[in-house]
């Protein structure tokens, strides 16, 4: 299942799902040489240094279904209202590899836990996966400053709003507030 962004508004509002919109009790493995193993929530790996001998293991998000998903304060407070806002495009920017859980969790899960919107109203978020080569915080926070540039690039956004847990992604796109100082930039570090 591929999704792109159809620009629709001239506002775009962007969140990270891990530990933004939802908390899960997947971890990543990292294998030390010495033997020893860390086990990593995706907040803790994106501060993450990551060293030359490590063996990095993210089973846990490849899985087919998320493991022990926890809605969000700012689910509830703020997504809902900005996905239902009729002047804005909502995406998921997510490290993940894939899509497939967020997808799931949104038509399958949700309605589970008595959230019911409409099929129309699913089909307004843009679920974006910058890639399976995104492993590092670093790759991952540039990766997230280039596809958030090309929106601005592509379609000619007049404001977009960033939520994001970790520090590095943020610091990254506000390193954009320069590169388009005509466009109102917003990012908003979310405390995990």
């Not at 090309?150 to 994001?164: A, E, H, L, N, R």
């Not at 992604?169 to 390193?175: G, M, R």
């Amino acid at each position: 299942m591929k999704f792109k962004i159809t620009k629709t508004f001239n506002k775009l509002i962007i969140y990270d799902f891990d530990d933004t919109l939802v908390s899960t009790n997947a971890k990543i493995k990292i294998i030390k040489k010495n033997g020893e193993i860390l086990e990593l929530n995706s907040s803790e790996y994106s501060n993450y240094t990551h060293q030359a001998d490590d063996e990095i293991d993210f089973s846990d998000f490849r899985q087919s279904k998320l493991v022990e998903p926890k809605i969000t304060e700012l689910f509830d407070k703020k997504f809902i209202n900005d996905m239902l806002d009729d002047e804005a495009d909502v995406a998921i920017l997510t490290a993940r590899p894939s899509i497939e859980q967020l997808v799931e969790f949104f038509y399958v899960i949700l309605p589970e836990l008595g959230y019911n919107f409409t099929k129309d109203e699913l089909r307004r978020i843009n679920f974006i996966s910058i890639g399976k080569d995104a492993h590092t915080g670093e790759i991952a926070a540039k990766k997230k400053k280039e596809w958030i540039n090309q929106q601005i690039f592509k379609y000619g956004y007049d404001s977009v709003t960033f939520y994001d847990d970790s520090e590095q992604n943020i610091k990254f796109v506000d390193e954009l507030k320069d590169e388009w100082s005509n466009i109102d930039i917003k990012t908003v570090k979310i405390d995990a």
